[in-house]
């Protein structure tokens, strides 16, 4: 497999784990934050491991939450806890994002809002957003829809028509 020009499938163990760390973020559909540490801390942790951070409170301000940066996870709703979350993953500033069910845990316009929050990131950030969900409505908002069934490609298509996160409904 290729990524970024070079074959990631010919990295041995070391090369694969300098790869996860540096050029891809993850977004969990439960968060996975640290409950004792600050909305912040819990971004800067992420941004410790890589080489080239942005700032964390300024990500922070980016998904709308610079009031709630000495917020505990406890503190905060479950939509702040997933833009904490996402915030963690960009402050890596990685080439890919990987999010798997980014909304599955939220209410209906909390979970547009971080859909919204990941299409400009992929748009106006040049990053990377793969977006993994069972919500067959999401495919809209997709450059490229990759149906997978029992771990295996069954269909990969170009969406020739993408539609706007504001505009779709499910």
């Not at 990987?98 to 950030?125: F, I, S």
């Amino acid at each position: 497999m290729f990524l970024d020009g070079e074959e990631i499938s010919a990295y041995n163990k070391r090369q694969l784990t300098g790869y996860r760390r540096y050029d891809v973020g993850f977004v969990f559909q439960f968060y996975n934050l640290v409950q004792n540490l600050t909305a912040l801390e819990n971004v800067e942790l992420a941004a410790q491991i890589c080489k080239d951070p942005l700032d964390a409170a300024e990500v922070l301000n980016e998904v709308g939450l610079g009031e709630r940066t000495k917020n505990f996870p406890g503190q905060l709703s479950g939509g702040e806890q997933q833009r904490v979350a996402i915030a963690r993953a960009l402050a890596k500033n990685p080439k890919l994002l990987l999010c798997d069910e980014p909304t599955g845990a939220l209410d209906y316009n909390t979970g547009k809002a971080v859909l919204k929050l990941l299409q400009d990131t992929c748009r106006y950030k040049g990053k990377t957003v793969i977006v993994i969900t069972h919500n067959q409505a999401l495919t809209a908002m997709a450059d490229r829809i990759i149906t997978v069934k029992s771990g295996t490609i069954v269909s990969m298509v170009k969406n020739e028509h993408i539609v706007r996160v504001e505009e779709i409904e499910w």
